[in-house]
């Protein structure tokens, strides 16, 4: 797929993982529309492409401005979403469920513009939490989450990581009924654990440098530290939406993300070794929300039909995720809204 000139929504395109994507279509010199209610996107993400794209504010549930929206594009990049860390997944229950309306209003306006193409930006919670069980993950057993594992007909298998996962697993299977009834052409792609620079306190990696950053000591680490990720770094993910919608059509789902489980704790230690900090004393408050015990991806399909896999070693991508928090957030700031942005995406 030749992106030069061709016409592109990025809803969701002010946000983390949204703005790299529009950097990258950017670069592509395709011409961009970004679609945003500016709920966790902020006008800053888009500062490097801002005179290359064109804005469109607004709330994608309302179908008068999710039309206008589609007019004219050839192809749809969906990451509009309520979404945030498991703080936030676990206490913003209804807003979550609500994205179900979002992606309906959406793949409905795309499809009555005849779009070429539309890229679901969905999630690793689709995947049944039985399967990332310790139970399941202990010592060298390890489980590879591989696609065909998320099906929710399967007996035992019907249990997605809270609403946030139900709706994007609903979400999947809406765009694979319009692909089926009226040849709307697209693909779901599971994002796993993102993290890099304009990504919020919500998520693992940058509550855990904002911590050390204010030399939080007693260091307050969510759940046991024993929970393990596949954290993958943003452009690496921006590469594999791009890659996925250009070379799937079938409104299939495919796994964009890695292949190494991460230890809390480890990836604690990481920061604190970067950041040169060395706490007291470490607390594992397992009162608040530490999610599924064991998450990472099997990139077999991805390496097949992609021919992608990461390329940011967790190394690298930790530091320019440190030096964009460092040198973009005060100390004071932090120290005065940390507890709230753990749980909110943002502050008024």
Same mark, same amino acid.
């Given at each position: 797929?030749?992106? *030069?000139?061709?016409?592109?929504?990025?809803?969701?395109?002010?946000?983390?993982?949204?703005?790299?994507?529009?950097?990258?279509?950017?670069?592509?010199?395709?011409?961009?529309?970004?679609?945003?209610?500016?709920?966790?996107?902020?006008?800053?993400?888009?500062?490097?492409?801002?005179?290359?794209?064109?804005?469109?504010?607004?709330?994608?549930?309302?179908?008068?401005?999710?039309?206008?929206?589609?007019?004219?594009?050839?192809?749809?990049?969906?990451?509009?979403?309520?979404?945030?860390?498991?703080?936030?997944?676990?206490?913003?229950?209804?807003?979550?469920?609500?994205?179900?309306?979002?992606?309906?209003?959406?793949?409905?306006? =795309?499809?009555?513009?005849?779009?070429?193409?539309?890229?679901?930006?969905?999630?690793?919670?689709?995947?049944?939490?039985?399967?990332?069980?310790?139970?399941?993950?202990?010592?060298?057993?390890?489980?590879?989450?591989?696609?065909?594992?998320?099906?929710?007909?399967?007996?035992?298998?019907?249990?997605?990581?809270?609403?946030?996962?139900?709706?994007?697993?609903?979400?999947?299977?809406?765009?694979?009924?319009?692909?089926?009834?009226?040849?709307?052409?697209?693909?779901?792609?599971?994002?796993?654990?993102?993290?890099?620079?304009?990504?919020?306190?919500?998520?693992?990696?940058? =509550?855990?440098?904002?911590?050390?950053?204010?030399?939080?000591?007693?260091?307050?680490?969510?759940?046991?530290?024993?929970?393990?990720?596949?954290?993958?770094?943003?452009?690496?993910?921006?590469?594999?939406?791009?890659? =996925?919608?250009?070379?799937?059509?079938?409104?299939?789902?495919?796994?964009?993300?890695?292949?190494?489980?991460?230890?809390?704790?480890?990836?604690?230690?990481?920061?604190?070794?970067?950041?040169?900090?060395?706490?007291?004393?470490?607390?594992?408050?397992?009162?608040?929300?530490?999610?599924?015990?064991?998450?990472?991806?099997?990139? *077999?399909?991805?390496?097949?039909?992609?021919?992608?896999?990461?390329?940011?070693?967790?190394?690298?991508?930790?530091?320019?995720?440190?030096?964009?928090?460092?040198? *973009?957030?005060?100390?004071?700031?932090?120290?005065?809204?940390?507890?709230?942005?753990?749980?909110?995406?943002?502050?008024?």
């Amino acid at each position: 797929m030749k992106w *030069t000139r061709r016409k592109v929504l990025v809803t969701g395109g002010a946000s983390f993982i949204g703005s790299h994507l529009v950097e990258k279509l950017v670069q592509r010199r395709a011409q961009i529309r970004v679609a945003d209610n500016f709920s966790s996107g902020t006008d800053e993400n888009l500062g490097p492409t801002r005179g290359d794209i064109e804005l469109a504010s607004g709330d994608l549930r309302d179908r008068a401005f999710a039309d206008k929206t589609m007019d004219d594009i050839d192809v749809v990049f969906h990451l509009a979403a309520s979404h945030g860390g498991r703080g936030y997944i676990s206490s913003h229950r209804a807003d979550c469920s609500s994205n179900m309306v979002l992606d309906g209003v959406v793949f409905d306006s =795309a499809q009555r513009a005849s779009v070429a193409k539309l890229c679901f930006a969905s999630s690793a919670c689709v995947y049944p939490k039985a399967l990332q069980s310790a139970d399941n993950n202990r010592g060298k057993k390890k489980v590879f989450l591989s696609e065909e594992m998320a099906d929710p007909f399967i007996e035992g298998r019907a249990f997605a990581d809270e609403e946030y996962g139900w709706a994007k697993l609903m979400g999947e299977m809406s765009l694979r009924a319009y692909h089926e009834q009226y040849g709307l052409k697209g693909v779901s792609c599971r994002i796993f654990t993102a993290y890099g620079p304009r990504e919020n306190e919500t998520h693992a990696v940058v =509550a855990l440098i904002a911590k050390a950053y204010i030399g939080m000591d007693p260091f307050q680490v969510w759940g046991s530290g024993q929970q393990d990720r596949n954290f993958t770094y943003v452009d690496d993910i921006a590469e594999g939406l791009i890659r =996925a919608t250009e070379r799937i059509e079938d409104a299939s789902a495919i796994n964009i993300g890695t292949e190494n489980h991460l230890k809390i704790i480890d990836l604690a230690q990481m920061i604190f070794e970067q950041m040169d900090f060395k706490p007291k004393s470490i607390n594992f408050d397992t009162s608040r929300p530490e999610g599924v015990f064991s998450r990472a991806a099997d990139l *077999t399909k991805a390496k097949r039909l992609l021919e992608w896999e990461p390329k940011t070693s967790i190394d690298e991508g930790l530091k320019r995720t440190i030096d964009w928090y460092t040198s *973009t957030h005060s100390l004071e700031n932090v120290n005065k809204t940390l507890e709230k942005t753990l749980y909110e995406r943002w502050v008024p």
